[in-house]
């Protein structure tokens, strides 16, 4: 039988000792953490080791000896290391030697409480980095359909235990903290743990920092859930403006990173360090938006021109409607229907151009003090343009909601007629459609009605067509914008940085190089980590958003289009779609 021994590439050249580590039955191996060299007291290893275990709750014991021959003399070693199995008693027992003036290894594992004489196993020796195994995370492929999970698993499984070992045993890395006597130890921090003053004095302040912005956070929302905020139509507002709830979702992200409470898991910590860049990004992106605004006046700029934007599009608007109610691209209208949905149109855009003009004096001002709310993040400037975009084209919004309403009536009304004369009708109380006999007077009124309907029908799909284009390019606009707002709030930069600069901290997996095969000799293997690919740290990682836009499909979508069904981009995922 091959067995398998884990040993960290910082031991191969420690004096000779014990090995100190844990078994793991199941999968046939051993996972070495440390080598204890002599001089030792054994019952100061024991008791080191006792104490390491309730600290890490991992089952560390004495799994066998080391040798070091290049370094220690032969003479009274051997006796010494065999008599060693004695005062720690482990099966197997593996004997771990490095030969004197080779690179070649004797690596065999002894079961002494055999029946008959002791046997002996090879033992394949797998060297590994201990910090880069203990300072990554593993993720483990899913199982494949088709597959039971522990078949997913179980070549995965003792790669899984060796990575759960190391991590879990950073006690026996700080065993210095321990009263368990002058025990040498050799393993990754044997040589000492680096240190930055810059870092422990920012620990230090760290704790009455996010205690004080812990308490200036809750008394915020303390206020927002004060009962004035919650009068209508104050919540409906609030439900409808992307800034408010941007604003709400930056307060859940500065809860969450000032929070005193400690991360339970790897993965939380990950959360709390990807929401903590975030943050700090969108607020240094907002600042320099804002540095750009207050510079050389481009406030007073966009303001001039934002007024004659205006005005040229309510230009283009009028000469539109001046369009269609003539004979757009040679198309024969109903000349009564189409004049009076012309100049209702221009009635409202008269409306708007005089609200416009009577505005402009204030425009600068209010676009000096809405460039402040930068400050708090480039996502909250991005909504706030997002919801100045809707208020520009509010005008737009109701030409569309007017004719997409006109036009579903007269599309439901063409339905039910159709199915008057098809002798059916809608039963309301079971939602479907049943037979029906109908006398001469409904068929002839049905008759009038509907010819009155598909003949007015061309002139209203044509305003329904055009102010529908209208609508579509401003939610376009509005949806870039939301697109990139989203993507500011759930792309993980902290794990993508990660991944960058450190690749082997997020662990797809591992691979193996043969470093030592020769014949009679045990196979030496070199375990490297394989970081995980860019696409699954944004998938694993990715930040929940904030974004309350529904994702229609593009069949739904083309179905209310048609049906003139009118279509809410602000509205929330928990209402109930059509």
């Known amino acids: 039988m091959v067995l398998k021994a884990f040993f960290p590439t910082c031991c191969a050249s420690a004096d000779s000792g014990l090995l100190v580590g844990r078994w793991v039955p199941e999968q046939g191996s051993a996972v070495v953490l440390a080598v204890v060299h002599f001089p030792f007291i054994p019952a100061q290893v024991k008791e080191l080791l006792a104490q390491v275990q309730r600290a890490s709750r991992v089952a560390v014991a004495v799994l066998g000896t080391w040798s070091h021959r290049r370094l220690e003399p032969e003479e009274g070693l051997g006796r010494l290391l065999e008599g060693l199995g004695a005062i720690f008693p482990h099966e197997p027992w593996l004997q771990l030697c490095r030969e004197k003036g080779s690179r070649c290894w004797s690596c065999k594992a002894v079961h002494r409480q055999a029946p008959g004489a002791p046997s002996e196993d090879q033992?394949?020796?797998?060297?590994?980095?201990?910090?880069?195994?203990?300072?990554?995370?593993?993720?483990?492929?899913?199982a494949q359909p088709g597959h039971e999970a522990g078949d997913a698993l179980g070549s995965a499984g003792g790669l899984a235990a060796v990575f759960d070992t190391v991590a879990r045993s950073q006690a026996l890395f700080r065993s210095d903290r321990f009263d368990g006597g002058p025990v040498r130890l050799s393993h990754w921090q044997s040589e000492g743990v680096e240190a930055s003053l810059l870092v422990e004095l920012a620990k230090q302040a760290a704790g009455p920092i996010c205690l004080l912005l812990t308490c200036l956070l809750s008394l915020v929302s303390a206020v927002s859930a004060c009962r004035v905020f919650k009068l209508w139509p104050l919540p409906f507002v609030?439900?409808?403006?992307?800034?408010?709830?941007?604003?709400g979702h930056r307060l859940e992200h500065l809860t969450l990173v000032f929070s005193t409470q400690k991360a339970g898991s790897p993965a939380q910590l990950?959360?709390?360090?990807?929401?903590?860049?975030?943050?700090?990004?969108?607020v240094a992106l907002g600042l320099a938006l804002l540095s750009w605004l207050y510079?050389?006046?481009?406030?007073?700029?966009?303001?001039?021109?934002?007024?004659?934007?205006?005005?040229?599009?309510?230009e283009e608007l009028q000469r539109l409607l001046q369009w269609l109610m003539g004979a757009p691209a040679g198309l024969k209208m109903n000349r009564a229907l189409d004049q009076v949905l012309g100049r209702f149109f221009l009635y409202h855009i008269h409306l708007w151009i005089s609200y416009i003009h009577l505005t402009s004096p204030f425009v600068e001002r209010v676009l000096w003090h809405v460039g402040l709310?930068?400050?708090?993040?480039?996502?909250?400037?991005?909504?706030?343009?997002?919801?100045?975009?809707?208020?520009?084209?509010f005008h737009i919004y109701c030409f569309y909601v007017y004719g997409a309403r006109l036009y579903h009536l007269k599309i439901h009304g063409l339905s039910s007629l159709w199915r008057l004369f098809r002798g059916k009708k809608w039963n309301v109380l079971r939602q479907r459609v049943d037979s029906c006999s109908y006398d001469l007077d409904q068929l002839?009124?049905?008759?009038?009605?509907?010819?009155?309907?598909?003949?007015?029908?061309?002139?209203?799909a044509l305003y329904y067509l055009v102010f529908t284009l209208l609508r579509l390019l401003v939610v376009a606009v509005q949806g870039l914008i939301r697109l990139l707002v989203g993507l500011l709030n759930s792309l993980p930069l902290y794990s993508v940085g990660l991944r960058l600069c450190r690749p082997y901290r997020l662990a797809a997996g591992v691979k193996f190089r043969v470093l030592e095969q020769e014949a009679g000799k045990p196979l030496c293997l070199l375990m490297q980590i394989n970081p995980l690919s860019y696409s699954r740290v944004?998938?694993?990682?990715?930040?929940?958003?904030?974004?309350?836009?529904?994702?229609?499909?593009?069949?739904?979508l083309c179905r209310k289009l048609f049906f003139g069904e009118l279509i809410y981009p602000w509205r929330q995922k928990r209402d109930k779609q059509d």
């Not at 709390?272 to 975030?278: D, F, G, R, T, Y």
């Not at 002839?444 to 209203?460: A, E, N, S, W």
């Open 123 to 142: 033992v394949m020796v797998v060297f590994y980095d201990q910090r880069k195994v203990l300072l990554s995370q593993l993720h483990l492929p899913a």
């Open 538 to 556: 944004v998938d694993t990682y990715r930040l929940p958003s904030c974004g309350c836009h529904p994702k229609h499909s593009w069949g739904s």
């Open 444 to 460: 002839f009124i049905g008759t009038l009605l509907f010819t009155i309907l598909v003949f007015l029908l061309p002139t209203t």
């Open 238 to 247: 609030q439900s409808k403006l992307s800034t408010c709830e941007q604003v």
């Open 270 to 282: 990950m959360r709390k360090a990807n929401v903590l860049v975030s943050v700090l990004l969108d």
């Open 373 to 393: 709310s930068a400050c708090l993040g480039l996502t909250v400037a991005l909504s706030l343009l997002s919801d100045i975009i809707a208020l520009l084209t």
């Open 295 to 314: 510079r050389k006046d481009r406030t007073g700029q966009l303001a001039d021109t934002l007024v004659p934007v205006a005005d040229r599009v309510a």
